[in-house]
């Protein structure tokens, strides 16, 4: 869909080019996440490829045909473009904003209406709450997802975000990211998506660009790039912890373990003689809802605790479709080696320390 031969744009005066040399194809329905320090040329790539400014030399071919021979405005109206600052239009309507290139386009005004509606709902806005409403009337967060159904207005089959979710805090940025994944999964837009983060490229990337001093050092998917770094530059920039941050990559199901033992009340005799054999002994309800969990560990060392009270005090479990990370997350918070694994309110299954240390071992190897 994207493609970028020898890509380079130089400044006047400058010893370096923003961009230099660059190669790069991005499939179809793939997201591409440019990533690396500030001034690396990940955001001046962006506006190359919708030819907000123009490159030095090198070739751009979009869905194989060549930019540079398009007129810049029927390029731009086949690329949704959202920026970190979101440039809404203070003095229009939410509705008004959306509805910028369907008018330029002289779509008829049912249309832009239903439209409008469509993308606010899609980017979990209601259109009844905030289509009339003015900029400064809604949160940083809401903003951000008028920015994005702006960009998707006319159904582009490319959209390029530069820090779409950077000037949001990290709870609303958190949200941000995942709903727009899950949009991803239905509207399939070749994205190219420039962040500061490493976390954030792992988290929203198909495929990785890494960038420094204007060239691409690594191009690969987060595995790739996770387990096997190109160089030390790359080590570095994606962290000593790179294994776990692997384990963002993987769902908890991955290392998911059936529980073996599990009763449907808390009676101590019966728990202790089960725990005789079995590692862990959750305890559900009849609907198999869990109520908590005690190890063999913790029962030979209960201090002034009671059974009971060491049950109820478990509450660490994760949905069996959050990431490994969430699950160790949980570990580290409530101080157990061991987390339910959960779908929906019902237990099925565990995920213990040991494997989850064993995973991380075999990605830093």
Known sequence: ???????????PGQKIPAVNGIDLHVKAGEICVFVGPSGCGKSTTLRLINRLIEPTSGSIYIDGKNAMEKNPDELRQNIGYVIQQI???????????????????????????????ELLILVGLDPEVVRDKYPYQLSGGMMQRVGVAR?????????????????????????????????QQDIKK???????????AIKMGDKIA?????????????????????????????????????????????????????????????IRNRLEKHMVCFVVDRENKPVGFITAEELKDLGNRTIEEVIKGHSAFVQVYEPLNNALAAMLEKDTDVVGILDGEKLIGMLTWR??????????G
């Open 1 to 11: 869909m994207i493609r970028l031969e020898k890509l380079t744009k130089k400044y």
């Open 355 to 364: 494997e989850l240390k064993k995973h991380v071992s075999k990605i830093g």
């Open 151 to 183: 960009a998707m207005a006319v159904n582009p089959p490319i959209m390029l975000m530069d820090e779409p979710f950077g000037a949001v805090d990290p709870l609303v940025r958190s949200y941000l990211q995942d709903e727009f994944l899950k949009i």
């Open 87 to 117: 440039g809404l239009l203070p003095h229009k309507t939410i509705k008004d904003n959306v509805a910028i290139v369907p008018k330029l386009l002289k779509w008829p005004k049912d249309k832009i209406t239903k439209r409008v509606d």
């Open 190 to 200: 070749t994205i190219c998506f420039v962040t500061h983060s490493i976390n954030e």
């Open 210 to 270: 890494i960038m420094n001093e204007g060239q691409i050092v690594q191009y690969g998917t987060p595995e790739e790039i996770l387990s096997s770094p190109a160089n030390d530059f790359v080590a570095e920039f994606v962290g000593a912890d790179r294994g776990v941050k692997m384990l963002g990559l993987s769902k908890c199901s991955h290392l998911m373990e059936s529980v073996e033992c599990t009763v449907k009340e808390i009676d101590a005799a019966i």
